[in-house]
Nanobody
Framework: QVQLVESGGGLVQPGESLRLSCVTS????????ISWHRQSPGHERELVAT?????RENTRDDNRFTISRENTENTAYLQINSLKVEDTATYYC?????????WGQGTQVTVFS
């Protein structure tokens, strides 16, 4: 059974940082491309960052976001610095390979001023 479990979200103030984690099981983590997405109420889900199985990173045009992975821990991370109110959303990770994609349940990030 494939599972992706996100954690690390929370209630923070503008300017603070968070590191989100995505722990996977049931797949060979190292061969999957991992992505982080987010969705806020009334908006469509949007892609935030992807890191390929080979380690190539592709992040939205915003240097506050950094994606990384640790294959020995079956875990991917999303570092978010200088958080803004508009970053408030549920953040999801996904694992994709050859047309198969698995999703986690998400972790909530709320930035309040």
């Amino acid at each position: 059974q494939v599972q992706l479990v996100e954690s690390g979200g929370g209630l923070v103030q503008p300017g603070e940082s968070l590191r989100l984690s995505c722990v996977t099981s049931g797949v060979i983590f190292s061969i999957y491309d991992i992505s982080w997405h987010r969705q806020s109420p009334g908006h469509e889900r949007e892609l935030v960052a992807t890191i390929t199985a080979g380690g190539r990173e592709n992040t939205r045009d915003d240097n506050r976001f950094t994606i990384s992975r640790e294959n020995t821990e079956n875990t991917a991370y999303l570092q978010i610095n200088s958080l803004k109110v508009e970053d408030t959303a549920t953040y999801y990770c996904s694992a994709r390979r050859r047309g198969n994609e698995y999703w986690g349940q998400g972790t909530q990030v709320t930035v309040f001023s």
